[in-house]
């Protein structure tokens, strides 16, 4: 048993569990935005944030497991990821073929106890999510695609409140999506040289390092702008205008710590700093919504 838990706690540690912390607050923002929408009825409601927090820890769990999986012989070559878990040695392929499967159990649980539209959809979210491992191979749009990985949470959490998808909550998709894109191509410009050499595709590797920081830029403005047509369509208050004030700011100072000829500070862009957007952003949408919304 003790042994079982020690790989266990390897298995989070290689996940890095505690980066749950990115897409679940965009979540639970949709699922509140939702719940608004439904006139704020409380029957249900503290079990279906529940049961949406263990289907995204789940998801998200099987994706990343399934990832290293995947990566391990890449991972290996690469003198920044050859200590990861697998390649080490500190876990078995079985092991963590193991936890992909409970994780991924765990998720269709979970989506069967919200309501059957999520149950019905569960596969191909799970799809979509796994096809994000395969995509560095073959196109150089793979941060997007682990952008939407992430940006179908709201849009899902939606509908685990609902049971079905208002088109307006798109905007928050895709405001996850391009900011989750942007910070993964700041994070990607490390790998500038291993994915040349390895016939890997990225923006850094496509565009420079340079290039690869002005399209991150880009990305991060439209998702403000995402924010910005989310706030006007669900006439939603100075809260929210506020946190998406806050996130513009912590952006731009993201996009300072990191220069082409400089990468040394970007594990705290990556990490720090967008750990803060997305607990700040849930901080005053949650407020906004709950508090000043509701007693408008």
Not at 107 to 116: K, M, Q, R, V
Not at 142 to 164: E, K, M, Q, T
Not at 250 to 277: C, I, M, Q
């Amino acid at each position: 048993m003790s042994s079982f838990l020690h790989r266990v706690r390897l298995t989070l540690d290689m996940i890095k569990f505690e980066h749950s912390v990115f897409a679940l607050p965009f979540a639970l923002t949709g699922a509140l935005l939702a719940w608004r929408e439904d006139g704020y009825a409380l029957a249900g409601l503290a079990a279906k944030l529940v049961w949406i927090v263990l289907a995204m820890v789940g998801a998200r769990s099987a994706a990343m497991a399934f990832n290293r999986l995947l990566d391990a012989e890449m991972d290996a070559r690469n003198p920044r990821t050859r200590t990861r878990h697998i390649p080490a040695g500190q876990l078995t392929r079985k092991f963590t073929w193991g936890f992909t499967a409970i994780s991924a159990a765990a998720f269709f649980a979970a989506a069967a106890a919200l309501n059957p539209l999520c149950l019905k959809l569960a596969p191909l979210a799970l799809g979509v999510i796994f096809f994000y491992s395969f995509t560095k191979r073959f196109t150089s749009l793979s941060h997007v695609v682990l952008g939407f990985s992430l940006g179908i949470a709201p849009a899902a959490a939606w509908i685990a409140i609902r049971g079905s998808l208002d088109a307006r909550i798109l905007w928050l998709t895709a405001a996850v999506t391009l900011w989750t894109a942007g910070f993964d191509i700041i994070y990607s410009c490390q790998d500038y040289d291993f994915d040349r050499q390895s016939g890997l595709f990225s923006i850094p590797r496509r565009f420079g390092i340079a290039g690869a920081l002005r399209l991150s830029r880009l990305f991060h403005a439209a998702m403000l702008l995402c924010l910005a047509a989310l706030v006007v369509d669900f006439r939603l208050g100075a809260a929210s205008w506020l946190g998406a004030a806050i996130v513009a700011a912590l952006l731009l100072y993201e996009h300072g710590l990191v220069k082409p000829h400089d990468l040394s500070r970007v594990n705290a862009a990556f990490f720090t700093v967008n750990g803060w957007v997305s607990m700040l952003f849930f901080v005053f949408w949650a407020a906004d919504i709950v508090f000043f919304q509701r007693g408008a």
